[in-house]
């Protein structure tokens, strides 16, 4: 853990080698530091992967009234504790937003952003077409009634009171893919114990971030001068496939790899596809910053 400077705690992970190209992970939502992907393949390809909990969730504290561009604050601290300058970022599904808003915040701590099956804005263009009954519903709540949507997380989809039963509601309305890896009992037993750490607060910060993402993010994507990557399954049913076309025209140059057949958790199979990509884009970029002339954030670093 490391202190913030308006006394927060905010806990984190690391995965992979230790003396890496570092990557930040940011992981859906409800999780926690507990979630990565395969950690033999980040140690193959060299990545030193962080995976912090954002607030409310695991052991950081909470942060009454964030919003998402509160989240690179705490991101820039903490690459500064652990003495990184620039470096890569990952988000899935509803890690998404808070990639994207790293990507507009801070562009000049970022090597190369990946959003993977993240979520998008609300508010873009039929964004919500296709998606799943349930996930419409979350949406129209979270923006019109929240304290209605708090209350159906707390008695309803609660995953404190009962997490691996949880775990079995998304996997009733996943797609066959999504349900083939959560299939696995290794998968199975992460996702489970992810999402005990995550509600060991309670769910209010899992109703936060449904809530935040709801609603307009703060920041136009057109604004965006970060590369991006985005990655989604064209089956999909948590994140519908017409939110990550419409994010993706908003981004300026954003790149993006549409994969038929796969869902929402496909990361946890191309991990070193999607891995390795950001790791040759970053490398790119650092060379593009040496020509620039960009100094160093901290000694010693090699861009």
């Known amino acids: 853990m490391i202190r913030l400077a308006d006394g927060r705690r905010l806990a984190y992970a690391e995965y992979g080698d230790p003396d890496g190209a570092p990557v930040f992970f940011f992981q859906g939502t409800p999780s926690s530091r507990l979630m990565h992907p395969d950690e033999a ?19 950081s504290d909470p942060k009454p009234g964030r919003t998402l561009l509160d989240w690179p604050d705490d991101i820039v601290a ?7 300058g620039r470096f890569g970022l990952v988000g899935i599904s509803g890690g998404g937003p808070y990639a994207a808003a790293c990507a507009y915040r801070i562009p000049q701590r970022l090597t190369a952003v990946t959003i993977v099956g993240g979520s998008g804005p609300v508010d873009l263009r039929n964004t919500l ?10 949406y129209v709540l979270a923006q019109r009634a929240p304290w209605l949507l708090r209350l ?9 009171r009962n997490p691996a ?61 970060t590369p991006v990557h ?4 064209e089956e999909d049913r948590n994140t519908p496939l017409a939110m990550a076309r419409a994010m993706a025209a908003a981004i300026p140059n954003c790149c993006t790899t549409f ?12 991990w070193g ?4 990509d950001l790791l040759t884009i970053s490398e790119v970029r650092g060379r593009a910053m040496i020509e620039e002339k960009l100094e160093p954030i901290h000694p010693g670093e090699v861009l």
Do not use: C
Request: net charge positive; hydrophobic share 50%; aromatic share 8%.
């Open 259 to 270: 994969l038929p057949g796969e869902g929402h958790l496909f990361l946890f199979e191309r």
């Open 78 to 84: 903490l690459a500064d504790a652990l003495g990184i």
């Open 230 to 233: 985005l990655w989604h399954g």
């Open 152 to 160: 159906v997380i707390l008695l309803a989809r609660n995953p404190r």
């Open 165 to 225: 039963r949880f775990q079995a509601q998304f996997s009733q309305g996943a797609a066959a893919a999504d349900r083939a890896i959560m299939a696995r009992p290794a998968m199975r037993e992460m996702f489970v114990r992810s999402y005990a750490e995550a509600s060991r607060q309670g769910v209010t910060a899992f109703a936060d971030e449904v809530i935040l993402a709801s609603k307009p993010w703060g920041f136009p994507l057109q604004d965006i001068t």
């Open 129 to 138: 077409a296709g998606a799943a009954r349930e996930r419409h519903i979350g």
């Open 41 to 59: 393949v980040t140690r193959d390809l060299g990545a030193r992967l962080i995976v912090a909990d954002r607030p409310g969730f695991g052991l």
């Open 273 to 276: 596809e999607i891995l390795g």
